[in-house]
C-alpha cells in the first residue's frame, strides 16, 4: 500500500511559476511509475506528467517546454516544476504512482489557481 501527500500549490499570476512536491510512504519499492494528474472545474481528469523508475518522461502537449517532472527514487518523492504559468493550468493537481497499469494510490490533491 501506498500513500502519497502533495504539496507546493497555490495562487500565481499568468506568466509565473510553482514547484508541487509529492512524497510516498509505504511500499515505495512497488512503484514503477510517478505523475501528475489535474482536474479543473467541469473538465475529466488529465494526466499532465510522468516518469518512470528510469527516469524517462511523457508530458501532455499543452504543458510541454513549461512543466518539467523529476523524481528522487530513493527518497520516494517527484516533483513538478511549472513555469510560464497560464490561467488555464489552474486546476487541482493530484500526485499518483502506478506498477504496470495498476494505481497503488491517490494524493489529497493540491490546488493551483493561476490569476491572469
Known amino acids: 500500500q501506498v500513500q502519497l501527500v502533495e504539496s507546493g500549490g497555490g495562487l500565481v499570476q499568468a506568466g509565473g511559476s510553482l514547484r508541487l512536491s509529492c512524497a510516498a510512504s509505504?511500499?515505495?519499492?512497488?512503484?514503477?511509475?510517478m505523475g501528475w494528474y489535474r482536474q479543473a472545474p467541469g473538465k475529466q481528469r488529465e494526466l499532465v506528467a510522468s516518469?518512470?523508475?528510469?527516469?524517462?518522461?511523457n508530458y501532455v502537449d499543452s504543458v510541454k517546454g513549461r512543466f518539467t517532472i523529476s523524481r528522487d527514487n530513493a527518497k520516494g518523492t517527484v516533483s513538478l516544476q511549472m513555469n510560464s504559468l497560464k490561467p488555464e493550468d489552474t486546476a487541482v493537481y493530484y500526485c499518483?504512482?502506478?506498477?504496470?497499469?495498476?494505481?497503488?494510490?491517490w494524493g489529497q490533491g493540491t490546488q493551483v489557481t493561476v490569476s491572469s
Open positions: 516518469i518512470t523508475r528510469s527516469g524517462s518522461t
Open positions: 499518483t504512482g502506478w506498477s504496470g497499469v495498476t494505481t497503488l494510490g
Open positions: 509505504g511500499t515505495i519499492f512497488s512503484i514503477n511509475t
